[in-house]
Each structure stands twice: as structure tokens, then as C-alpha cells.
């Protein structure tokens, strides 16, 4: 119908473009007409959008023109293909899917101005979106273009491009602005799955989608859908597009700077990641130098450990700086989207290590927060953590013992364990087991009871595979009568050592493997040392006055005394205290309570010894790492310690203060006297993973270095009685409040 020439404004000096009628067509009156309305119609359009009409007359020839400005650049057609092309050539020239919905929502508006002056354009499609090299968005060729009224459907609109157009237009019913509402529908449509629609779209689905979509587009579809009804009343208008997808491209932009903060976070993550391993590798370095030293070097040779301790310190702070610089722009971004998902994971992870941390330190408090806080960021993945439910397997030898349930239930500020019913018999293999502290108690014909603590952390299995093994070993079951009325059976199995901040040198919380053992239940008692000294002077009396408790100093006063028929009975102290025979034996050295378990041992035909520092612990606290034999709260009133009774402390009998008892029933472990154990003293502990068994009678390395003690005594204060507490002493060294007690591997 027409031409379009390029042409030169010779007053202004400015290219335009200039578009006519075809010659073979000016005599045509209702093509000049058409043009005249084309012409005023594109006139009476001023928006940013739409290029505007700059002049208008009559060629030589007399054919009507109007000119316009030259728009160069490419179709939203031709950048929808190239971001939407399997073999896209980088970004499709820095075209985004973001920029496509920005380019549509800046033709959303041109169209809504247009019918809010009357005109629908009626031939809406991407080849008809120009997008010029610096960012124009322009809706161009108006010639089909009608005026209604009122918005009301308006004449028969001419033409249009199958794919774009409406239903109603297809019919050649009147169209109005509906129309074209159904035209942009079909243009969204390519720009989320390439093409438009083949026919109107159904109710479900739009076609493909657009892989790797970088931002949710899900209200960019339901957009579409209502853009594409079939009835003209039902969709939206022209400028509540427009708004829709301004809203959209407002928390795509939100969403964009969040992820960015999310990426920045993670940055920080990484920084903190590093600085945490650089300072484990440095502390252990620390360790190492400080631990080999004695106790009696001095400060230049401790200054190079000092000092790698010291880095470490400034590492672990770093770390935790960059931790929560990246907590705080995790949240920054969670404030700009708060649905992202990727900071949401982040801080799941965060809080769940946080929740992880504090329950291993046994903090109730901080670990109902940090799964509060868990659980608001939770997307479903930590959901089994946060149910904590484990799997327990426990085999006996022999087999076909009861298991009788008990959960460990604080009454009164102390750990009871309560029936729960029966687990069946062994083997039993991965049964589920709610998380918690629990006491297994088993039972079968021909053999001793055994108590059997076990602990079953979040989603952890508790199976009694030993280290480096495969399968679960066989808990062995004593036979009856083989346990004495005064020893404990403290069976193998894996317990939680170390890790209580409160307790005085308390190793690293850790997870070991201690093979199973009996210990006595009591302390040795004054009146138990007395036959040793006594059996002594019936052999000859050489040895025994060595291993007579003594006062500190040189010669300290003995508290057993000689009676005229050459024995000893108990005397009384420097304070005139006399020493009771149900009192723990004290101011014994290392030496002297080795010397007691060796008399021992020939005695009953047992291999008694002194603890390992583990088994002691283990001993004392279970398999769930509580910091006091009784639970995780302190009274005076449950041990024998400092404040436990009126007037000066003293020590008091082995079966006073019932309180003070272990999972096992091992007695005395948080008060009364502290126990000689058979370690050399390590500032990081012992390293094994397996602790125990029949080859530890002997302490090894030099026997001048100082050993464990472990435990609370009758003046000790409350920190003092932690089950996780330590202290080191030269062997020869004799306290009053420092006595000990008798282990044996078993099966040995």
C-alpha cells in the first residue's frame, strides 16, 4: 500500500524517514483516507514509546507523506530468538532474560498511553517492538491502527499476524482494547518460552519454559494466562500490564542485589573457612611445642608456643568475624528478597552448626533458639535434624539378651532413668530410637546384669562398630557371679569425653571407643590400705613403711601409726582430725597406689591397676557426655566437696552423699578424694582412638613424669567436681586429698 524512504530534512540537516502512498495507489480514495487517518492517528500519540510524526504534506506528485526519526536497531523478535537459541552467543549481545521483560513492560506503557487516547494499534508482535543501540523501546507501525470509544469494541480491525491475534479480531468481530491486551499476552508468552502461543493458550500451561531462568517468573505466567483469556472482559487492561510487570522487574532488581549480597556472603564464608583450618593447624602446632615441654621450663622456652597460640587465638577471631559479617549480609539480602532461597540455605546451615554446637555443650537454652531459628529458614531440608530421630544396634555375646528401655529423665537436678518398655532381644540391628540419653539395661539367663548407657545424637546411629572396624563387636556379657558386691561392670562401647568449658583443663570434646572394664565402686578406703601395709609387715615389713600415708614434707608425720606388735592403726592429722577406716585412703603418692593395685592383684588373681584418665571419665559420666556423674546441675548437697557441710571440710565416708553416682554405679567420682590415674599428664590428653584392654598395666615412658589425678574432693569448689575435670601431679607427690581406686580390663 505504500513506500518508506529514507530521506534528508535539508532545513534541519537531520535524517528522517518519510512514507507515502504506492504510486499505482494514490488514486485510490480509500487508501488516502486510511493514510490520513494513519497519519493523524500516529500524530496524536506523544509518548516516549511510539515514534512521533514530524511533518506531513504532499510530494510533487501529489501523493500524501509524513516523515518521522529513523529508529536503529533490532526486533524484540530478533533478540527473543537469540536469548532463547540453544547455541546463545554469550549473554545474546548483553541481552537478558531480566531485559526482555524490561523492554516489554516499556511497550506495555507505549500501548497503555495509546488507549488511553482512544487508539488501539491492532497488529501488536515483537517484530513490531524496536530496540535501538541505547536502550529505545519503540512500538511501531500504527497502520492498522482504529480509534474507539470509551474503550468500547470498536470497528473491525483490519489484518494482523496469526500467533498475536486476539480471538475475537480472528472472527472479524468489533475489537477494542482487548485486543491488543491479548497481542502482548502472545508477546510475554515469547519472551518466557521463546514463541507465541499456537493457538489461545488453555487454562494449565503456557507452553516451554525457559531454561535456566535465573529469577521466579511464576506471577510473569499467571500475567500471561489472564493476558490470554478468551474473553476480552477478563483480561486485564494495557496499563495494569504495564504495572504488573513494573512490579515484577522491582523485585527481580531486589532479588538481583540479593543474590549478589548471597554471593558476597559466601565470599565471606570461604574467608572464614580458611582462617578456621589455618588456626586448627597452628593450635595444633602450639600443642605440640607446649606439650612437650615439662612443667618446670620457663618462659623462653614456652614463648615460641605462646606465641603460636596466641595466632591461633587471632585466627579463630577472625574467623568468627568474617562468620558473622556473613550473617548480617545474609540478612541484608533476606531483607531485599525475603523469599530467597539460596541466603535461606545459608542460614539454615548456619544455625543448624550453631544448634549443633550448643547442644554438644549441652546449653538447652541456646539450642531451643538456634532451632527456632533453624526452623524459620528451614526448607524442609534439615527437617530430619530437627526430628532427631537415630538408630541403635546392639549385639551381645552371648546372644539373646532382653534389652530393657530407659530414658534418663531429670528429676529433682538430677538424671533418673525411667522405663520405657522392652527392645526385644539381640541381635538388633538399626532400630529406631527417638534422639537422647538412654540407659539400656540388659538381662539374660546364666549372666550378670549390665548397664548400658548409650547416647543417640541427631540422625546418628549408635552401633558399636569399634574404631576402624566393620561390624558392630559383640558386647560380652559377665557371667553371674563373677562381679564382686563392690565392682561395676563399665561395659566397651563409644563415649563423648571432654568439651565442658567449665571444667578446669578439660580436653576437647571428642568421641572415643573405651574397652570394657570393672571398676570398684568406692575409692580405696583407709581401712582396705591397712591390709596392704599389714600383709607388708607379715613379709617381711621391708617395704612397708615406704607406703605409709604421709603428711607433705620431709620427713612428713604418718597418719597410720605403729602399734607395739609392729602393725599400724589410724592416727590423727596435723589438725587432730583422726582418719576414719570407711574414709578414701589419702596422702598416698603414685607409686605407693601402684604398689596397692599389684598387692591386689596377687591377691585376688585379678589384674587390678590403677585408670586410664578415659575410663575414668567414661566411668563417670556415660556415654552422653554430662558434666557431673548425677546430670548436667550442680548442689553441694550431691557430693562431698567444700560447701557440702558445716564447720572445717573433711573427708567423709566412701557411702556418704548417694547422689554421687555414675550411670554405672560407680561411686564417689565428683567429691570426696580425687584418683591417681595411670597416664603420664598430656596437655591435649591421650590421643588413641580406642581406649583400654588387657595391655595397659603399664604406664610406659618415664615414671618421673607427672600423672593424671581426676575428680572432685571434700575442698574443691563446684567447678572443681566436673566430671571433665583434670590436674597433673609428680608421682611422689601426697595431699590429703588425693587418693584412688581400682580398674581391671575385662575380658582380660
Same mark, same amino acid.
Given at each position: 500500500?505504500?513506500?518508506?524512504?529514507?530521506?534528508?530534512?535539508?532545513?534541519?540537516?537531520?535524517?528522517?524517514?518519510?512514507?507515502?502512498?504506492?504510486?499505482?495507489?494514490?488514486?485510490?480514495?480509500?487508501?488516502?483516507?486510511?493514510?490520513?487517518?494513519?497519519?493523524?492517528?500516529?500524530?496524536?500519540?506523544?509518548?516516549?514509546?511510539?515514534?512521533?510524526?514530524?511533518?506531513?504534506?504532499?510530494?510533487?506528485?501529489?501523493?500524501?507523506?509524513?516523515?518521522?526519526?529513523?529508529?536503529?536497531?533490532?526486533?524484540?523478535?530478533?533478540?527473543?530468538?537469540?536469548?532463547?537459541?540453544?547455541?546463545?552467543?554469550?549473554?545474546?549481545?548483553?541481552?537478558?532474560?531480566?531485559?526482555?521483560?524490561?523492554?516489554?513492560?516499556?511497550?506495555?506503557?507505549?500501548?497503555?498511553?495509546?488507549?488511553?487516547?482512544?487508539?488501539?494499534?491492532?497488529?501488536?508482535?515483537?517484530?513490531?517492538?524496536?530496540?535501538?543501540?541505547?536502550?529505545?523501546?519503540?512500538?511501531?507501525?500504527?497502520?492498522?491502527?482504529?480509534?474507539?470509544?470509551?474503550?468500547?469494541?470498536?470497528?473491525?480491525?483490519?489484518?494482523?499476524?496469526?500467533?498475536?491475534?486476539?480471538?475475537?479480531?480472528?472472527?472479524?468481530?468489533?475489537?477494542?482494547?482487548?485486543?491488543?491486551?491479548?497481542?502482548?499476552?502472545?508477546?510475554?508468552?515469547?519472551?518466557?518460552?521463546?514463541?507465541?502461543?499456537?493457538?489461545?493458550?488453555?487454562?494449565?500451561?503456557?507452553?516451554?519454559?525457559?531454561?535456566?531462568?535465573?529469577?521466579? @517468573?511464576?506471577? &510473569?505466567?499467571?500475567?500471561? =494466562? %489472564? +493476558?490470554?483469556?478468551?474473553?476480552? /472482559? *477478563? !483480561?486485564?487492561? $494495557?496499563? #495494569?500490564?504495564?504495572?504488573?510487570?513494573?512490579?515484577?522487574?522491582?523485585?527481580?532488581?531486589?532479588?538481583?542485589? @540479593?543474590?549478589? &549480597?548471597?554471593?558476597?556472603? =559466601? %565470599? +565471606?564464608?570461604?574467608?572464614?573457612? /580458611? *582462617? !578456621?583450618?589455618? $588456626?586448627? #593447624?597452628?593450635?595444633?602446632?602450639?600443642?605440640?611445642?607446649?606439650?612437650?615441654?615439662?612443667?618446670?621450663?620457663?618462659?623462653?622456652?614456652?614463648?615460641?608456643?605462646?606465641?603460636? +597460640?596466641?595466632?591461633?587465638?587471632?585466627?579463630?577471631?577472625?574467623?568468627?568475624?568474617?562468620?558473622?559479617?556473613?550473617?548480617?549480609?545474609?540478612?541484608?539480602?533476606?531483607?531485599?528478597?525475603?523469599?530467597?532461597?539460596?541466603?535461606?540455605?545459608?542460614?539454615?546451615?548456619?544455625?543448624?552448626?550453631?544448634?549443633?554446637?550448643?547442644?554438644?555443650?549441652?546449653?538447652?537454652?541456646?539450642?531451643?533458639?538456634?532451632?527456632?531459628?533453624?526452623?524459620?529458614?528451614?526448607?524442609?531440608?534439615?527437617?530430619?535434624?530437627?526430628?532427631?530421630?537415630?538408630?541403635?544396634?546392639?549385639?551381645?555375646?552371648?546372644?539373646?539378651?532382653?534389652?530393657?528401655?530407659?530414658?534418663?529423665?531429670?528429676?529433682?537436678?538430677?538424671?533418673?532413668?525411667?522405663?520405657?518398655?522392652?527392645?526385644?532381644?539381640?541381635?538388633?540391628?538399626?532400630?529406631?530410637?527417638?534422639?537422647?540419653?538412654?540407659?539400656?539395661?540388659?538381662?539374660?539367663?546364666?549372666?550378670?546384669?549390665?548397664?548400658?548407657?548409650?547416647?543417640?545424637?541427631?540422625?546418628?546411629?549408635?552401633?558399636?562398630?569399634?574404631?576402624?572396624?566393620?561390624?558392630?563387636?559383640?558386647?560380652?556379657?559377665?557371667?553371674?557371679?563373677?562381679?564382686?558386691?563392690?565392682?561395676?561392670?563399665?561395659?566397651?562401647?563409644?563415649?563423648?569425653?571432654?568439651?565442658?568449658?567449665?571444667?578446669?583443663?578439660?580436653?576437647?570434646?571428642?568421641?572415643?571407643?573405651?574397652?570394657?572394664?570393672?571398676?570398684?565402686?568406692?575409692?580405696?578406703?583407709?581401712?582396705?590400705?591397712?591390709?596392704?601395709?599389714?600383709?607388708?609387715?607379715?613379709?617381711?615389713?621391708?617395704?612397708?613403711?615406704?607406703?605409709?600415708?604421709?603428711?607433705?614434707?620431709?620427713?612428713?608425720?604418718?597418719?597410720?601409726?605403729?602399734?607395739?606388735?609392729?602393725?599400724?592403726?589410724?592416727?590423727?592429722?596435723?589438725?587432730?582430725?583422726?582418719?576414719?577406716?570407711?574414709?578414701?585412703?589419702?596422702?598416698?603418692?603414685?607409686?605407693?597406689?601402684?604398689?596397692?593395685?599389684?598387692?591386689?592383684?596377687?591377691?585376688?588373681?585379678?589384674?587390678?591397676?590403677?585408670?586410664?584418665?578415659?575410663?575414668?571419665?567414661?566411668?563417670?559420666?556415660?556415654?552422653?557426655?554430662?558434666?557431673?556423674?548425677?546430670?548436667?546441675?550442680?548442689?553441694?548437697?550431691?557430693?562431698?566437696?567444700?560447701?557440702?557441710?558445716?564447720?572445717?571440710?573433711?573427708?567423709?565416708?566412701?557411702?556418704?552423699?548417694?547422689?554421687?553416682?555414675?550411670?554405672?554405679?560407680?561411686?564417689?567420682?565428683?567429691?570426696?578424694?580425687?584418683?591417681?590415674?595411670?597416664?603420664?599428664?598430656?596437655?591435649?590428653?591421650?590421643?588413641?582412638?580406642?581406649?583400654?584392654?588387657?595391655?595397659?598395666?603399664?604406664?610406659?615412658?618415664?615414671?618421673?613424669?607427672?600423672?593424671?589425678?581426676?575428680?572432685?574432693?571434700?575442698?574443691?569448689?563446684?567447678?572443681?567436681?566436673?566430671?571433665?575435670?583434670?590436674?597433673?601431679?609428680?608421682?611422689?607427690?601426697?595431699?590429703?586429698?588425693?587418693?584412688?581406686?581400682?580398674?581391671?580390663?575385662?575380658?582380660?
Amino acid at each position: 500500500m505504500g513506500e518508506v524512504r529514507r530521506v534528508r530534512d535539508r532545513t534541519l540537516g537531520r535524517v528522517l524517514v518519510l512514507k507515502t502512498v504506492a504510486p499505482d495507489r494514490s488514486a485510490d480514495p480509500r487508501v488516502l483516507a486510511a493514510f490520513a487517518d494513519e497519519a493523524r492517528l500516529t500524530a496524536s500519540l506523544q509518548h516516549p514509546g511510539i515514534v512521533p510524526v514530524h511533518d506531513a504534506g504532499c510530494l510533487p506528485d501529489g501523493r500524501p507523506y509524513y516523515t518521522m526519526p529513523e529508529v536503529r536497531g533490532r526486533t524484540l523478535g530478533d533478540v527473543i530468538a537469540a536469548v532463547h537459541s540453544p547455541a546463545r552467543d554469550g549473554d545474546a549481545a548483553g541481552w537478558t532474560f531480566r531485559r526482555l521483560v524490561d523492554a516489554f513492560a516499556r511497550a506495555c506503557e507505549a500501548v497503555a498511553s495509546a488507549h488511553a487516547r482512544g487508539v488501539v494499534h491492532g497488529d501488536l508482535k515483537p517484530d513490531n517492538v524496536l530496540l535501538g543501540p541505547f536502550g529505545e523501546v519503540q512500538v511501531v507501525d500504527w497502520g492498522l491502527a482504529r480509534e474507539v470509544r470509551d474503550g468500547a469494541p470498536g470497528p473491525h480491525l483490519r489484518g494482523g499476524t496469526p500467533g498475536y491475534l486476539a480471538p475475537e479480531q480472528a472472527r472479524g468481530e468489533p475489537a477494542g482494547p482487548g485486543a491488543d491486551v491479548y497481542s502482548l499476552g502472545a508477546v510475554l508468552h515469547g519472551v518466557l518460552a521463546g514463541s507465541a502461543p499456537a493457538a489461545p493458550a488453555p487454562e494449565g500451561r503456557l507452553g516451554p519454559e525457559l531454561p535456566a531462568r535465573p529469577f521466579p @517468573a511464576e506471577e &510473569l505466567e499467571a500475567l500471561c =494466562r %489472564a +493476558a490470554l483469556a478468551p474473553d476480552p /472482559a *477478563a !483480561r486485564p487492561t $494495557a496499563a #495494569a500490564v504495564a504495572h504488573a510487570v513494573a512490579d515484577w522487574l522491582d523485585e527481580s532488581r531486589r532479588r538481583e542485589r @540479593a543474590r549478589g &549480597l548471597v554471593e558476597d556472603a =559466601r %565470599a +565471606a564464608i570461604a574467608r572464614a573457612d /580458611a *582462617a !578456621r583450618r589455618r $588456626a586448627a #593447624a597452628v593450635r595444633k602446632e602450639a600443642d605440640r611445642l607446649l606439650g612437650a615441654l615439662p612443667p618446670w621450663e620457663g618462659e623462653e622456652a614456652r614463648r615460641p608456643g605462646w606465641e603460636l +597460640a596466641d595466632r591461633a587465638d587471632a585466627l579463630e577471631a577472625e574467623a568468627e568475624t568474617h562468620r558473622l559479617e556473613a550473617d548480617q549480609v545474609l540478612r541484608g539480602a533476606l531483607t531485599h528478597a525475603p523469599e530467597l532461597d539460596a541466603a535461606h540455605a545459608l542460614l539454615a546451615a548456619r544455625y543448624r552448626d550453631l544448634h549443633d554446637a550448643a547442644e554438644r555443650r549441652r546449653e538447652g537454652g541456646e539450642a531451643a533458639r538456634y532451632a527456632a531459628l533453624l526452623r524459620a529458614h528451614d526448607d524442609g531440608r534439615h527437617g530430619a535434624w530437627l526430628r532427631g530421630d537415630g538408630r541403635l544396634t546392639v549385639v551381645t555375646d552371648p546372644p539373646g539378651a532382653e534389652i530393657w528401655l530407659h530414658r534418663h529423665v531429670e528429676r529433682d537436678r538430677r538424671l533418673f532413668p525411667e522405663p520405657e518398655g522392652s527392645l526385644g532381644r539381640t541381635p538388633l540391628h538399626d532400630a529406631p530410637l527417638p534422639m537422647g540419653s538412654w540407659l539400656l539395661v540388659l538381662r539374660a539367663p546364666g549372666r550378670a546384669e549390665v548397664l548400658h548407657p548409650v547416647f543417640i545424637g541427631r540422625e546418628e546411629r549408635w552401633d558399636g562398630v569399634p574404631p576402624r572396624g566393620e561390624e558392630p563387636l559383640p558386647l560380652p556379657l559377665p557371667p553371674a557371679g563373677s562381679l564382686g558386691a563392690d565392682e561395676r561392670y563399665v561395659p566397651p562401647g563409644w563415649a563423648w569425653i571432654g568439651g565442658d568449658p567449665d571444667a578446669p583443663e578439660s580436653l576437647p570434646r571428642r568421641r572415643v571407643w573405651v574397652d570394657g572394664f570393672i571398676a570398684r565402686t568406692h575409692p580405696v578406703t583407709n581401712a582396705e590400705y591397712l591390709e596392704f601395709l599389714e600383709d607388708l609387715v607379715r613379709e617381711g615389713g621391708g617395704e612397708a613403711p615406704r607406703h605409709v600415708p604421709r603428711e607433705p614434707g620431709e620427713p612428713g608425720a604418718p597418719l597410720y601409726h605403729r602399734d607395739p606388735g609392729g602393725g599400724f592403726r589410724l592416727g590423727r592429722d596435723a589438725y587432730g582430725d583422726l582418719w576414719l577406716p570407711d574414709w578414701p585412703v589419702t596422702y598416698v603418692d603414685w607409686r605407693s597406689a601402684r604398689a596397692y593395685a599389684a598387692w591386689r592383684a596377687r591377691r585376688d588373681g585379678l589384674p587390678w591397676r590403677l585408670p586410664r584418665e578415659l575410663e575414668w571419665e567414661k566411668a563417670a559420666r556415660g556415654a552422653d557426655g554430662r558434666f557431673h556423674p548425677w546430670g548436667d546441675r550442680f548442689e553441694s548437697c550431691f557430693c562431698c566437696m567444700r560447701s557440702s557441710h558445716p564447720g572445717r571440710p573433711l573427708p567423709v565416708a566412701v557411702t556418704a552423699f548417694p547422689a554421687d553416682v555414675s550411670p554405672y554405679g560407680v561411686r564417689g567420682l565428683g567429691g570426696n578424694v580425687r584418683d591417681w590415674c595411670l597416664d603420664p599428664y598430656r596437655p591435649g590428653g591421650p590421643l588413641p582412638l580406642r581406649v583400654g584392654g588387657p595391655g595397659v598395666e603399664e604406664p610406659g615412658g618415664d615414671e618421673d613424669a607427672p600423672r593424671v589425678i581426676r575428680g572432685g574432693t571434700w575442698l574443691s569448689p563446684a567447678a572443681g567436681t566436673r566430671a571433665a575435670s583434670r590436674q597433673r601431679s609428680s608421682p611422689g607427690t601426697r595431699t590429703e586429698t588425693l587418693g584412688f581406686r581400682l580398674v581391671r580390663s575385662w575380658p582380660g
